[in-house]
């Protein structure tokens, strides 16, 4: 707390060269697709390539990503599902929007990483035989998995690296999966949904028609996005000089959302896994005042944005504990997939779900022209005829309305 904020023209302008650091060829790391494809040849495994259409975009080091703009298996988050139901709905119904084609399955498992993170109690090959078993649950869908949870997103990419370079961990979850009638499948790229977002933000702001040119966003970049496995981050030189990854602030840009910089963008939101579960008060401290208090005072943000299931509840669900301490907060936390939504029209009640979250938004919707009296009736009105049965579940027309 208390560092100097640097805008970001003095950032890029400070860097002699702005751009990235490395060519493709100069990269530290290996391009892990040389080896998947050429296991592929000598028979350990099958790739599921990525769809066309499909958007490249640029990596860490340089290199080339592709992302699937559709025909894709949503692979959701637990804590998403559980806790901010809004956020999954919201990437659906923009897929909705755009007419693209995708699956919702109802035969995913959970990725059980944080089982991995949180207790350690899993081993190697229990692992990477969950994620095979939906990557081969997709392939059986002859779609490519999209990958909505940034533990999942992380996860994943260990679990390539982990397959990729052990034979014999190969082996025993061939075994595995020939138990369960499956394939030992691997997707060419693992790609998160807020790389979609980013993909299609242009198109996103085409289709705009709430206005946020008045709105300051302080973004919160995810620990499971750009610094596990950081080769895979999506960078631009037009962001922070490629100089921090370019999603959701790509986005929000695109969207005429100001940027609200401050010091402690690359501190952890406090989830940390085994913190939230044995010392949850820790959690709630540093979310609060590592994170939302040092944005309060040095940005002041109308709503934070970030692309994790853990970063939006422990940033949105902290903030009553600091209130009840007389702590700075009160910031309004959603994904930037709902902020996408939002901008395109999306209820913000029968989409967004914004009454799942626990800091008070109401001033945010009444900051965009959004009357949130209006929009709760008509939110009630729509889950009365659930309760009278003349409706059966909210349908999407439901949702458009």
Known sequence: MGQQVIPVEELIKSKK????????EEAPTE????????????????????????????????????????HTWHHKSCGQCGHIPGYSTSIFWLNRQFG??????????SCTAWNYYASATSNAEAQAAVAVRNFAAAAETGRFPLIHCGTSFGHYKEVRHELLHHHDLRRKVREIMERLGKKLVFPEEIVHYSEWVYAI??????????????????????????????????YDPEIYGAQRTAVVTGTLKALGIQIGEYSSWYDCCGFGFRHILVSRD???????QRKIEVMKEEANPDVVVTHDTGCVTTLDQSQFAGKAHGKKVGIPVMSDSQIAAL?????????????????????????????????????EEALEKLKRGE?????WEDADA
């Open 201 to 234: 933000r242009d198109k996103i702001a085409e289709r705009q028609v709430i206005d946020m040119k008045h709105i300051v966003a302080s973004v919160h970049p995810a620990c499971h996005y750009h610094k596990l496995v950081e080769e895979d981050a999506i």
């Open 282 to 288: 820790f959690s709630r401290s540093f979310a609060v």
């Open 391 to 395: 409706k059966q579940y909210l349908t």
């Open 100 to 109: 693209f084609d995708y699956v919702d399955p109802s035969d995913q498992t």
């Open 343 to 379: 901008a395109m029209g999306a209820h913000p009640y029968k989409v967004l779900q914004l009454h799942w979250h626990n800091t008070e938004n109401r001033p945010f919707l009444e900051k965009l022209g959004i009357d949130p009296d209006e929009k709760w009736r008509e939110f």
């Open 17 to 24: 060269k702005p751009g990235f650091k490395y060519t493709p």
């Open 31 to 70: 391009d892990y697709r040389d080896i998947l494809f050429q296991l592929e040849k000598e028979g350990e495994l099958e790739v599921i390539r990525v769809p066309e259409p499909y958007v490249e975009v640029t990596t860490k080091y340089g290199r080339k990503k592709k992302i699937p703009l559709e």
